[in-house]
């Protein structure tokens, strides 16, 4: 599980560094400087969505509703991998479909902020509904959130387990082991206490008050 989590982890980083710094710069260009609705995490109003649909130029269209959403198809659902298995890895009982259900929710706004958006840049900017483009915004914003509340529990949860391995790893140096794993090289357990000699028979110095009264065996 843990290479799997690696794996999508890795995976949704190359895809969001590929809108970061490709697809995005361009839209943002051709709409005269001014945020794409992916990059307005709070949502927008119905004024700055028509205002940004007008000022998108047709390559900006073409680049949105292109590249950029090709990207955006496969990134919330690597994106949601990651939290998942973030959850299954560091949480048990409850907190982990907690983290789980907000992870679910956050991949389906981002779907559907994706659908409602290419609705509004395949319209005419005054012919787009009220209701679209609110709906849109209020996606948004749900999809940051959640986003948001995962990063942060799993941020927490790594955390939580470095300070107890390191809590334990103190523990055990106490007692001379020097690392939790022996196969690492530095496994240390302690050494046996040293057996002390059998002591040497013990010899009185006092004088026998007997000795010489009697001759010894071989005078």
Known sequence: MTRAFWACFALSMALYAMMLFWTLPQIKAEAGGLLPFDLRPLGYTEEAARSY??????RGRDVYLG???????????????????????????????VIIGFAMVGEVA??????????????????????????AGFLTFVKSVAVTVCICALLFGAA???MSKRRLQRAL??????????????YDPPEAPAQSAAPAPFK?????PMRGMFPEAGE
């Open 53 to 58: 649909l007008n000022a998108l130029s047709a």
């Open 67 to 97: 590249p950029q959403h090709l990207l955006d198809l496969f990134y919330p659902i690597t994106l949601a991998a990651v939290f998942v298995l973030g959850a299954m890895i560091l949480y048990r009982g409850r907190v982990r479909w």
């Open 110 to 135: 981002d779907y559907g902020e994706n659908a409602l958006v290419s609705t509004m840049l395949t319209s005419h900017p005054d012919l787009v509904p009220s209701s679209t483009i609110a709906f």
């Open 160 to 162: 939580r387990v470095w």
């Open 173 to 186: 140096k106490r007692f001379g082991y020097m690392s939790l794993d022996p196969r690492d090289g530095e």
């Open 204 to 208: 009185s110095r006092r004088k026998d």
